[in-house]
């Protein structure tokens, strides 16, 4: 098949969750034998600058494309029109008004990205967009390319339990849920990366907009980057935390460097707890932490602590720092809402505690950090689960892009594995990454 993905981010360089779980999306699709090609559009919503020559080399000249934003005046308009849309809707939030917080469906999308588009001299059985606000480009497409809808998340009312916690940002975009499921329908599927989101989107689109025709839900959760599991577990007294510097993490490792750290620190004085990410900005100097910043390759991050915690207690969708660990071959100590959207059969390396419960996961972690033997088993049992639910994710989509029953994967034991997989990846470090 030849398959279009139309994405607002760039996936050279890689440097968050949702940059990389596009371009193991695309590793993916060309792993399935497709012909795939990455049309690129620059929108404020996402600011990394791409690396040209990386997506060229990866991609093939003929095959990535970067659409322009049109000729000057419309650029200005468009501008212009967003400036003052944000006055108002900051002088609306000051009045208390919850209205303020919404974007529109197509507020960020360019008429000219439409055209270009409707331009192209090529035709392909299918295309995937990135991000229910920018389905509009479904529209462009004609009625026989196969239309999939990549959400990454939920985002209708997204800022309510932000603002809730007292936080007016934070929540990056937040829609109606009649804007969010409009979105949808543009599509024949829309793809959610966890269960629960896609019956979320199946509720929604049954209570907004009743008699009109809905698209498939399929689930294609996140691909896990896979090399070889972490080699060496003898590395005691340490762990890693990975993360981008996004309030859902400053939230989740603030309650962990005040309530957890102390009493680990207490049964362990040297201690280490070593992050890695642009979290690094922001997390406080402690005696006991240790910031890497970006690193190049997380295994090496993980060598040299092997052992994940992952604290967090607030945000939405899957955890890649959760998914990032497994294919490391590193055990977790994770809270409930950290393991949210990975399954039972898929836990066999994790040690999960309830949020907040601060005392349970200081003794896990303390234990943890003390037993190399109990570390390399857990891990070993944690790479095997990413094994296999990559080979999940794997056949989910392959049905999703063929059109073929959607419904959720969840593989066998004894399903077949690959021993490879794409190379793991590098640290996140951009704010809209878990």
Aim: with cysteine.
């Amino acid at each position: 098949m030849k398959i279009a993905l139309v994405s607002m981010t760039p996936v050279f360089p890689a440097k968050a969750g949702h940059s990389v779980r596009i371009l193991q999306l695309c590793k993916a699709i060309r792993a399935l034998g497709h012909e795939l090609t990455f049309i690129h559009i620059t929108s404020k919503l996402d600011t990394q600058k791409p690396d040209t020559a990386s997506h060229v080399a990866f991609f093939g000249k003929r095959h990535y494309l970067h659409l322009h934003n049109g000729p000057r005046q419309a650029r200005v308009a468009f501008w212009l029109r967003g400036k003052l849309r944000r006055r108002w809707r900051k002088i609306l939030r000051g009045l208390g008004y919850d209205h303020s917080h919404y974007s529109r469906l197509d507020e960020n999308w360019r008429d000219a990205w439409t055209h270009q588009l409707q331009a192209l001299d090529r035709r392909f059985d299918a295309v995937v967009v990135e991000y229910a606000f920018n389905s509009r480009a479904l529209d462009a497409f004609p009625a026989s390319t196969r239309k999939l809808l990549d959400t990454h998340d939920a985002f209708a009312d997204r800022h309510r339990p932000f603002v809730a916690r007292g936080f007016r940002k934070g929540y990056w975009v937040s829609l109606t849920p009649q804007d969010e499921s409009r979105g949808l329908r543009r599509a024949d599927a829309a793809i959610a990366i966890q269960e629960q989101e896609a019956e979320h989107f199946r509720r929604q689109l049954a209570l907004h907009g009743a008699g009109e025709s809905n698209p498939e839900i399929a689930v294609v959760s996140h691909f896990i980057g896979l090399n070889e599991p972490v080699p060496d577990h003898s590395v005691d007294h340490a762990a890693l935390y990975v993360g981008t510097n996004m309030l859902s993490n400053q939230i989740s490792l603030g309650q962990f460097l005040e309530h957890v750290l102390p009493r680990v620190v207490s049964a362990i004085p040297d201690f280490r707890l070593r992050l890695a990410g642009s979290i690094c900005n922001w997390a406080p100097d402690l005696p006991n932490v240790e910031k890497l910043g970006f690193v190049d390759d997380l295994r090496l991050a993980f060598a040299r602590a092997p052992l994940s915690v992952n604290p967090t207690i607030a945000g939405t969708g899957i955890n890649i720092k959760l998914l990032d660990a497994m294919g490391a071959g590193v055990p977790t100590i994770s809270t409930l809402t950290g393991a949210r959207g990975l399954g039972a059969e898929f836990r066999n390396g994790l040690r999960v505690v309830p949020d907040h419960d601060h005392g349970a996961f200081a003794d896990h972690v303390i234990r943890l950090s003390k037993d190399a033997d109990l570390r390399r088993s857990l891990g070993l049992a944690a790479f095997a689960d990413a094994q296999r639910w990559n080979e999940g994710q794997l056949a989910a989509l392959d049905r999703c892009l063929r059109g073929d029953t959607l419904t959720d994967v969840v593989p066998s034991p004894h399903a077949p594995r690959r021993d490879r997989w794409p190379a793991p990846r590098s640290t996140p470090a951009t704010p809209n990454a878990a």
